[in-house]
């Protein structure tokens, strides 16, 4: 399996090369004239379309040839599958950013996506929501406490339109759960209450503009920001390590 890069969201102009870029990269060494497909949803085609078309620019501004950007609309009822990437013949795949619960739906209900990627040993990129999908356990959103007595873990307006801490099986690119957004949006929070709950073991927030490129014997951090691991030291214990761009971190 390629690497897969998880990018926090955000798009500082100064930022692109040293995040994005790093992506594209990985996909132009891969390539041999064939497209890179970019991916996106959202709850109205159009809306969607025009998502796809930013990140097209994005990356032909990046040295990527125009003509082997493929925009790629999916939705819950037109799911992505391994037969609809097939089709292109890609030699790579990246995932734009929206609402967290709609990219789930329509990107984790055929795994058989991932399954190509793997066996094509195909570099899959995706920012914000196109990043929180691709770990093994998804944190969709949420502002409250699962409880009896639900208590605000933080603000609203991030909720993702759900209100208790919701997780739930993501498309398994990355071992771990991911929060994007992290010091911008106050994500972190959610993600530390996900571990200290046992919802997931471990988990990455990343701040914006910050890419974070996971290999087999280690992570790297590029960017402009920081991302933060979150792992259960303990019944209700977790420890929060914080990692500035660029860093280095060697998986055990």
């Known amino acids: 399996m390629s690497a897969t890069f998880l990018h926090g969201g955000g798009d500082n102009p100064e930022a692109r090369s040293i995040a994005f870029g790093r992506f594209a990269q990985a996909y132009l060494t891969n390539v041999q004239a064939r497209p890179l497909l970019i991916v996106a949803t959202a709850h109205e085609e159009a809306e969607a379309q025009a998502t796809a078309d930013y990140y097209r620019d994005l990356f032909a501004g990046l040295s990527v040839p125009a003509d082997w950007l493929i925009p790629v609309v999916v939705d819950p ?110 994500t972190l929070t959610r993600l530390i209450h996900a571990v200290q709950r046992g919802l997931v073991s471990e988990g990455w927030a990343i701040d914006e503009d910050t890419l974070l490129a996971i290999h087999p014997t280690r992570i790297q951090i590029y960017g402009r920001g920081h991302a933060y691991r979150v792992v259960r030291a303990a019944e209700w214990r977790v420890t929060v390590r914080v990692y500035p761009a660029p860093e280095t971190y060697r998986r055990r």
Do not use: K
């Open 77 to 186: 009822n037109r799911p992505l599958t391994a037969a609809q990437v097939a089709a292109h013949n890609p030699a790579g795949l990246f995932v734009c950013g929206g609402s967290t619960p709609l990219y789930h739906r329509a990107l984790c209900t055929d795994l058989s996506w991932v399954d190509y990627l793997r066996e094509n040993a195909l570099p899959y990129g995706g920012t914000s929501a196109g990043a929180v999908v691709a770990a093994e356990r998804a944190i969709l959103g949420g502002w409250q406490t699962a409880d009896d007595m639900p208590r605000p873990i933080l603000s609203e307006e991030v909720s993702e339109g759900l209100e208790p801490l919701t997780v739930r099986p993501g498309a398994g690119l990355a071992p771990f759960a991911v929060e994007a957004h992290a010091g911008q949006g106050g």
